[in-house]
């Protein structure tokens, strides 16, 4: 217990804890002033996305008038026209309202918009809008007006549960392993390149007993992070932003078919991933550190160890995906793609992987020699 608090005062007292913890809150206040500043852009870029709808659909117009004067009676051309009529329609009705707070007329609107869209292209016209796209817009507005929420900005929100899941996806598509570096990348190996760790090596203690109470600090920084993190990013919304809905849909692809599940789910489902790459990342850096005993070789393996793992998701055997704990490097996309794995298929295998490597730098450090 001594040996835990010694090394928890050491972390916490070190001047670049102060400095991580500050950029760490400054960072969250800072994304939340944005979302702020730009919550009177939101209604710009929706009558700018309009528009260029509406300036693709006269040019189609224009192009399909001109072609029906050489040949009036081509029946194909025709529909093509009475569609695009139709969308234009749509578009000068959605142009015209103003409010965002009148949001399910909108969606209504677009709905249209975007099936008529797919009509067109299906009769064989051309429009910049995928079938992707206007499946999945399709959808998501379909379901905000069914549950009768109202929708977010993907980016510029300051919805609590919103402003959570930006706040999460950064931090698990490899903010969490950045940040738990940059707090405790060099826990071990520092003890290595200034030679303190022999000096406790010539005490009374066990040597197993400070690689664990080395491994438990680095733990209690992660917990630390997610406190400062969360809790920066739930007080802001809570006193200048909206309290949202955590039964927000979240659009996820699932044995290619379009699902939903909701954000208390998705912020569950991340937190899960993101501890277990966490608890890999640990064990796999603290081992590396016992082995090379400097800072740049541990880090530079772990790097590679990382990027190669990572790359395994590539190869097209499903069964990996139950082997393979790095899949969720970049956990965002293990939620949300799911047509070839499910999100929790490497749970069990970061569990075992972690507790391999913390029983193989048991075994380092118990026979490491002085020298």
Known sequence: MKLLVFELRKIIFDKKFLYLTIFLFAGIAILFLRNMLFDSYIEKEEQQKIDSYVLTNQSNKRLLERTLEVDPNNEELQQLKTINDQMLE????????????????RLMLENEFFQMAAEYKNAGGDHPLSFEEIEKTIALNQKLLQENIKPEHP????????FLMIVTNLFINLGAISLLL???GDIVSSEFENRSIYFLYTQPLNKIAIFTSKWISSIFVYLFIIFILYGTAIILPL???????FQYPILLEKNQEIRFITMKDYLIQSFIIVSIIILVVVNVCMFYSLYFKNTLGSLFALSGTL???YAVTFIPWKFLFWLNPFQYLLGESRILDQNNSLWYQGIAAGVVLSLLMYLLSLQKIKFSKLG
Do not use: C, H, M
């Open 90 to 105: 749509t578009l000068f009705e959605l142009r015209s309202i103003r409010s965002l707070d009148d949001w399910q007329t």
């Open 239 to 245: 006193l200048f932003g909206d309290k949202g809905t």
């Open 155 to 162: 980016t510029y929100t300051t919805a609590l549960p919103n």
């Open 182 to 184: 940059l707090f405790v």
């Open 307 to 309: 990027f190669a793992g």
